[in-house]
């Protein structure tokens, strides 16, 4: 007991230093369970939501809105809509988006504040990954 006590004196736990980036991480979770589910349980996510448009929503083919005309051969919608701007037309690229910004966002919170010792970076690190896997099965299980 006495190594740990030792080890843990060096670190304060500062909840308000955690509010944003977990807020974040649990988000990007959700949002990770939500792609998840309209990209391989799409009839699941139809029932909870039967007026969701399925030329947005569903994956099999949504993926065609961002070719002019629905059709591969025409080309790209507007420039970008296959590469960078892919996010705008439809819920998976969206949804994956939203996830990559969120954890890009949190991580950038965190590496702004104090200085500590790698290992509790580690620490915290093990802690957002459980609130980022409590968020993906809130949404996951929730359909």
Known sequence: MAPLSLWCQGYKFKPKQHIAPAAMFLMAGAVDGLNQVISHEYPRFKKAFPNANDRYWSPGISFMNKYKNRDPAQGEKFWGSSTIFVFTTDAYHLTRFTEHLLLAGAVSVKITQ?????????AEMAGYWMVNRAGFALTYNSF
């Open 114 to 122: 104090e200085k500590k010792k790698w290992y509790w970076y580690l």
